[in-house]
């Protein structure tokens, strides 16, 4: 859906390691998030973009950083992983914001990390 | 921030009985409330949305309802199917660029 690739799909490393992980999209969509799901949390919101370099934090921002060089991909870096990052990642895209119509996500299929 | 609590956490039903799952918001300015379906490995796929200015809005088996008043709204599924089995997300915005998303339901529709 709205052609969206997150890489790796599975990852497993150790805690103080870092990673990244990216996602890539070809729709051409303003927007891109990312949000991690955990069990009885649902999907939280780590950071957004809302352009090349322009990005913003959202409710579980500590710890993890974001980079967007270009429109169609948008990276996640867990600086020094913990334990407490082992989770299922999920990008998202959508066409944008405005109070007089909002756009749906779209989602990518997920990256499952597991921080050992 | 917005606040949204989704229940029940989990759903069975017998096939073709109906289905319905329950959302409250807390943001009285949220105006965008999409409904996610997630099967499992893969990420969540809109199948229904509605807008504020907007009571209740069907699709096929699917239908949404809205409640601004009360600040809830809900999913009906009706004449479930085994294939409708997946988990559940409801969500609301006001932004557009911040979506808060409910705990989940997990639906087993029985044959």
């Known amino acids: 859906d709205a052609g969206i690739t997150q890489s790796p799909r599975h990852k497993v490393t150790e805690t103080g390691t870092p990673v990244t992980l990216r996602c890539h999209q070809t729709?051409?969509?303003?927007?891109m998030y990312w949000y991690r799901q955990d069990p009885g949390h649902g999907l939280r919101l780590i950071h957004y973009s809302y352009g090349v370099k322009d990005t913003d934090k959202g409710e579980v921002s500590d710890g993890y950083s974001v980079s967007r060089s270009k429109t169609e991909d948008f990276l996640l870096t867990l600086e020094s992983a913990t334990s407490s990052q082992t989770s299922v990642y999920f990008c998202?895209?959508?066409?944008?914001?405005?109070?007089?119509?909002?756009?749906?996500?779209?989602f990518g299929n997920g990256t499952r990390l597991t921080v050992t | 921030g917005e606040n949204v609590e989704q229940h029940p956490s989990t759903l069975s039903v017998q096939e073709g009985d109906s289905a319905v799952i329950k959302c409250t918001y807390s943001?009285?300015?949220?105006?965008?409330f999409p409904w996610y379906k997630q099967e499992l490995g893969k990420g969540p796929q809109l199948i229904i949305d509605i807008r504020s200015n907007v009571g209740e809005k069907k699709d096929q088996r699917i239908a949404v309802t809205l409640n601004k008043t009360a600040k809830h709204f809900s999913l009906h599924i009706t004449e479930t199917q085994p294939e409708d089995s997946a988990v559940y997300f409801c969500?609301?915005?006001?932004?557009?660029?911040?979506?808060?998303f409910g705990t989940g339901t997990s639906l087993t529709v029985i044959p």
């Open positions: 729709e051409n969509h303003r927007y």
């Open positions: 943001d009285s300015a949220s105006n965008y």
């Open positions: 969500a609301a915005s006001r932004t557009g660029n911040q979506f808060y």
């Open positions: 998202a895209t959508n066409l944008g914001q405005g109070t007089s119509y909002n756009s749906p996500l779209h």
